[in-house]
Every structure is written in structure tokens, then in C-alpha cells.
């Protein structure tokens, strides 16, 4: 059985490198293998983590195997001698084949693609799923110009007869991460090959963000889920079931759901719609001190034992007013009853929408509940309310960042202008910090960017941690605030201190030694800083703009540095025998035109695994060309 592949290679601009993506087909594969079932995984899928692949790489397929399961029914397994697997190695680019091969293969993350969406795009090929404008009615909804590709790539915009590939019965979707973005194979940097029929979606098409609500919907289709794995709950009280929450019989009160009105408005909506955008409010400006109300989830099944409750609160009314988060579970019999007090949130002078994570660690059957405790009537002005509860079988995060008026800040801010944030201290003991540059010096064709940043900072457990501090993967999100967290779009950039980090500079400095010895000094938070590392081109200001990421024009930044050394050493010995196709010698051959990457391939997008040649030059692409074969071996 032989295979032969395709290379479909772009410059990403936004992500400021080129990633080279290779479609692999095993020759008596049929194109349609979307739609045939025999080429679908069954769940769990084993995987392999090679140990060639960047320690960062590894790190964001963990962090893409938790949105598969929040987000669908797919799961991920380690290899345990299973005929067929996904082994992630680090060859050229970033490419996979299309369904399960049933045989074993290889998912290459190459430089450049260690990132949580681009190996999201790269699974959803494994899965079985092509790109979305090789749809057969694409050329209603996007024009593409081939005299705009550069020669010999035309074949990365063909489109397939229905015949071989589904839409699952699902409109064209711009938003899709398994999208072209509008530059893509281009030959003049500036003009597109791609653009689409309603202006609107020219600056949305290939975005790397998250999946988008097609693809979950398409996923979920595909592998006949039922729901996500890893979401327990979630209640934007919308409805009057108030999704299956009650009231308890034993209170002195009762929450009550309330519609949004001019000055009390809801999380979810913001009072932007009529007749819609409802909350839970327990009032504290009547009845007596400490009186309360408690507000219980329906029963609910952990499968791990590890989840966290987010949800956004506001409170108004005296500062002695709080809000308590309770877990009653099974006491042994069967029946739920036995209460255990988690976390209190007190009243303070900021009366807007706040987001709370709640970490919790139960094993047995649960619910969990809100106790509104009323301080002093008389000093009070307005009362407790929650909004958009979700929760999840996962980490809550190590830290959170809300920065107020952000849209205003945009407006105002030039290139040096820079917001450094709290000094946060992550589980193991280091102190560290995140810098936000509002208007980044980096544009593109959609406009403007925000760019973040991580260090390290001093802090009180210096004197025991170890330095410099390697081997930690630092994980920024900016959280898109839908109130539904399956369709959610946050966006997520991760780094790893590894060693290439820690030559001496021109001072002695190590980059990720002790702040205190390599820092500078801050007086806002009495603190050293260290050098940042981050991306300028972090999000569009086109994205904050029209998705959630600006709601009641809050950013929410999470943050996690978490301890991955663990995962240097990962790959496991493949038995039966490895993988029934192997590239030899494997070489992705990428070539520079001026200021454009190119691959170039033979006409039949066969690659041949032999020696490397080069041949004279040719006229047409002004570039060498080098050829691979995949064989079996």
C-alpha cells in the first residue's frame, strides 16, 4: 500500500512565519473519506508525543486535546500498543493525514506550528475534515483568483464534487479555522487570492482563534456526540427553568430572576435586547442582617475529580453583603446532603460585572450552590447578582486579568504606550507578570494589533525556587466573554523558558535567571521585572471589536506558568511495528522568492523520498526545485 501527499504552504502574516502544510492520501483511500464511516477514529484516539517535537509543541497539544473535549466528544488516549495512533512529530510544517489511516500516522508539528488553533486545524484533518473552501458550492460565497496564485499552486484551490467530501448540512462557514486566509499562495504580496462575496467576512476568513460554531457543530455531527466531555453545566438563566437550579426550602429568602432594566443589566446581553437578558439577584437593601438565600445546581456525575466553576458576579449593596459557593455531595448513602464551604466573596467599592473561577475537587456525586448572605440593610444600596455560569472538568486558571475601559485605552494609545500587570505567583511559588502593549507597532491588512507579553518578577519565594526557571510554559488567553462557553473563541498564545533562552548576553544576564538579579526595578509593585517575551501581533483589534472580547468593555486576560518538564521525555516504543508508511530522508522544500515563501511540488502533488536534487532554475517561479516521494516501507 502506497501514499502520496500534497504540500500546501503559506506565509501567515498575523502569525509572522509561514507554515507548510502537507495533505497526505493513501492511494486506495477515496477523496470522500469524510463521508466514510470505516476511516473515522473510534474514541478514544491513541496518541504519541515524539520526543523530537518542541517542548512549547507539546505543551499546546495537551491545551488542544482539553478544547476537543469541552468542545465535543472527542478524546484523546496515550498509546498502549493500539493498531492504529497519531504520533505528533516535528518534520517540515505542519500537516496530517486525512481520517484515520487505520495503520498508524504521523501529525507533524514543524517550527512555527506550536499553537493551540493551528494544531486544533491540523486534528480536524486527522478527524476527517478538508478545507472549507474546497466545499462544492464555495463559489458562491468566495471568489478565487487564479491568476493571483503563484505557478504551480493552483491545485491548493481546488474544490470537490459532493460526491467526495459533506457539508455535514451545514451553510459556508467564513469564520471556519480550517479556512484559507484571504493571501494565501499568493504572488504579489499585496493583492489577494482569495476574497469573499460579502465584504464582511474578508477580514475573517483564516482566523486562527479557536474553532468556530460550524466546526463544533460539524464535529459533533460527524462523531455522533451527545454532548461535551468535559462540561459539567453551564446557565445564562435566560429561561424560567433556570436550567434546572432550585431554591432551598430551609432559607429566608429566595434568589429571583430578573430582567435587564436601565442601570441593572444582565452579563449576558448587557440589556441590548427587549424582552431578553435575564440574571439571579438576591436583594440586601430589606429584611434583617445575615438572613440568606442558597441557590443549588441539579445532581451532578463527575468523571474527574477536578472542575471549575466560572461565573461573573456583581455586588452593590452594603459591604458587608457575601456571596458564599458551597458543594453538597453524596454522604455515603447515596443521598446528597453533606455541605462543604468552598469560597466567599465579599461586597467592595467596584460595583460592575467581575468573573470569579472557583477550583473544586470532587470525586462522587454533587451539586454546587450560591448562598447570598445579607450584611446591614440599612447601608445598603442594591443587593448580589450572577450571570453566565459555566462549569468545567478542567484547571481553573492560575490567574486572572481584567483591564476596565479597554476600547477607550485603544483610542488613546500609541505605540509606547504599555500597561504592566499585577505581579501573580503561580502554584509552584514564582512571581510573574503580563505587559500589554494596547496599540502594537505591528499592522497588517485588518488593521491594528494588541500585543502581550510574559515575565518573570521577584517575589517571596525567590530564595527556594529554582533559576533560572526552565522548563515552564507560560499560557496567555484573551477570554471571548459569549456567555455560552462551547462557542466561545478565545485566543491563545503560549511560550516555554527552554534553553535557547539562557546564553549570556553582552551583561552576563541569563533571560530567565532571578528577576532580582537580571530585573528592573518597578515601584508599582514593589517588585523587579524581567525581560519580556511575547507576540506583537497577539489580537486584531478587528477581533476584540466584533466577537465578545470587549464586553462591558472589560479584556479578561487568564494566565497559567505551569511546571512541564514532565514532557521532554514522551515518546513510547510503536508495537506492533511502527507506522506501514515512512518518509525517508523526509525534506518539505520551501523556497524564497524576493520576500515570499513558496512550496513547489510536481504537478501530480507527489513528493518523492530520494536524494536531494537541484535543477537549473526555472523560469516560470524563479526558484529551485526539490522533490520527495512517500513510499512504504
Not at 22 to 47: E, G
Not at 144 to 165: A, R
Not at 340 to 368: C, E, L
Not at 369 to 378: E, K, L, S
Request: proline share 4%.
Amino acid at each position: 500500500m502506497s501514499y502520496v501527499g500534497f504540500v500546501l504552504c503559506s506565509y501567515h502574516f498575523h502569525l509572522q512565519y509561514m507554515v507548510c502544510e502537507t495533505i497526505l492520501f493513501n492511494n486506495y483511500l477515496p477523496l470522500n473519506a469524510l463521508k466514510d464511516k470505516r476511516f473515522r477514529w473510534k474514541i478514544p484516539i491513541p496518541y504519541i508525543l515524539g520526543d523530537d517535537l518542541d517542548l512549547n509543541a507539546k505543551g499546546c497539544v495537551h491545551q488542544a486535546f482539553e478544547m476537543y473535549r469541552l468542545k465535543s466528544c472527542i478524546d484523546f488516549k496515550p498509546y498502549e500498543g493500539e493498531k492504529t495512533y497519531i504520533k505528533f512529530e516535528k518534520r517540515g510544517g505542519c500537516f496530517s493525514s486525512v481520517g484515520d489511516q487505520q495503520t498508524g500516522q504521523i501529525l507533524s508539528l514543524g517550527s512555527g506550528c506550536d499553537h493551540k488553533a493551528v494544531i486544533e486545524h491540523e486534528l480536524l484533518h486527522a478527524l476527517g475534515f478538508y478545507h472549507e473552501q474546497s466545499r462544492t458550492d464555495r463559489d458562491d460565497y468566495v471568489d478565487i483568483w487564479l491568476d493571483q496564485v503563484s505557478p504551480g499552486l493552483e491545485h491548493n484551490f481546488n474544490k470537490y464534487n459532493d460526491d467526495f467530501i459533506t457539508d455535514q448540512n451545514t451553510a459556508y462557514d467564513y469564520e471556519s479555522v480550517m479556512h484559507y486566509r484571504p493571501f494565501s499562495f499568493n504572488k504579489n504580496e499585496s493583492i489577494p487570492t482569495i476574497t469573499t462575496k460579502i465584504p464582511e467576512f474578508y477580514n475573517i476568513i483564516g482566523q486562527y482563534l479557536d474553532f468556530s460554531k460550524m466546526d463544533t457543530l460539524r464535529l459533533n455531527r460527524m462523531y455522533n456526540c451527545s454532548g461535551p466531555l468535559t462540561l459539567l453545566d453551564q446557565c445564562a438563566f435566560e429561561y424560567a427553568s433556570i436550567c434546572g437550579m432550585i431554591q432551598a426550602s430551609s432559607d429566608d429568602a429566595d434568589w429571583v430572576r430578573t430582567k435587564s432594566s436601565v442601570g441593572s443589566e444582565d452579563h449576558t446581553l448587557l440589556g441590548q435586547c427587549r424582552d431578553a437578558g435575564y440574571f439571579m439577584h438576591f436583594s440586601t437593601m430589606t429584611g434583617n442582617p445575615q438572613e440568606s438565600a442558597l441557590l443549588e445546581s441539579r445532581t451532578l456525575y463527575p468523571k474527574r475529580k477536578l472542575q471549575c466553576l466560572q461565573f461573573f458576579y456583581k455586588m452593590t449593596g452594603s459591604p458587608e453583603d457575601r456571596l458564599v459557593i458551597w458543594v453538597k455531595q453524596d454522604d455515603g448513602t447515596g443521598t446528597v446532603r453533606r455541605m462543604k464551604k468552598i469560597q466567599t466573596f465579599y461586597a467592595d467599592s467596584d460595583h460592575t460585572w467581575k468573573i470569579a473561577h472557583v477550583p473544586m475537587n470532587v470525586g462522587i456525586k454533587f451539586r454546587y450552590a450560591f448562598q447570598a448572605v445579607r450584611g446591614d440593610p440599612t447601608g445598603s444600596t442594591g443587593g448580589i447578582y450572577i450571570d453566565d455560569i459555566s462549569l468545567t472538568e478542567t484547571r481553573c486558571p492560575n490567574a486572572v486579568w481584567r483591564i476596565q475601559n479597554f476600547s477607550k485605552i485603544m483610542e488613546t494609545a500609541d505605540p509606547e504606550t504599555v500597561i504592566e500587570s499585577p505581579r501573580f505567583y503561580s502554584p509552584e511559588g514564582y512571581a510573574y507578570g503580563v505587559r500589554v502593549i494596547p496599540l502594537s507597532s505591528y499592522t497588517d491588512y485588518t488593521g491594528n494589533y494588541t500585543g502581550l507579553y510574559f515575565h518573570l518578577a521577584s517575589g517571596e519565594n525567590d530564595m527556594v525556587m529554582q533559576w533560572p526557571a526552565i522548563n515552564r510554559q507560560a499560557t496567555l488567553v484573551v477570554m471571548d466573554q459569549d456567555p455560552d462557553i462551547k462557542l466561545r473563541m478565545s485566543t491563545a498564545r503560549s511560550l516555554t523558558t527552554d534553553m535557547k533562552f539562557h546564553t549570556k548576553s553582552p551583561d552576563g544576564k541569563l533571560f530567565w535567571d532571578n528577576p532580582s538579579k537580571v530585573g528592573n526595578y518597578d515601584p508599582s509593585c514593589d517588585c523587579y521585572r524581567g525581560s519580556s517575551k511575547g507576540w506583537r501581533n497577539f489580537i486584531k483589534h478587528f477581533d476584540l471589536r466584533r466577537r465578545n472580547y470587549l464586553k462591558n468593555d472589560d479584556l479578561i486576560i487568564f494566565i497559567d506558568f505551569e511546571d512541564i518538564t514532565s514532557l521532554i521525555k514522551t515518546e513510547v516504543p510503536v508495537n506492533p511495528k511502527e507506522a506501514s508508511w515512512q518518509c525517508v530522508s523526509f525534506v518539505l522544500w520551501c523556497i524564497n522568492e524576493q520576500t515570499k515563501d513558496h512550496c513547489i511540488h510536481d504537478n501530480r502533488g507527489i513528493m518523492q523520498c530520494v536524494a536531494i536534487k537541484k535543477k537549473k532554475q526555472n523560469k516560470k517561479t524563479s526558484a529551485f526545485v526539490q522533490i520527495s516521494r512517500w513510499r512504504n516501507e
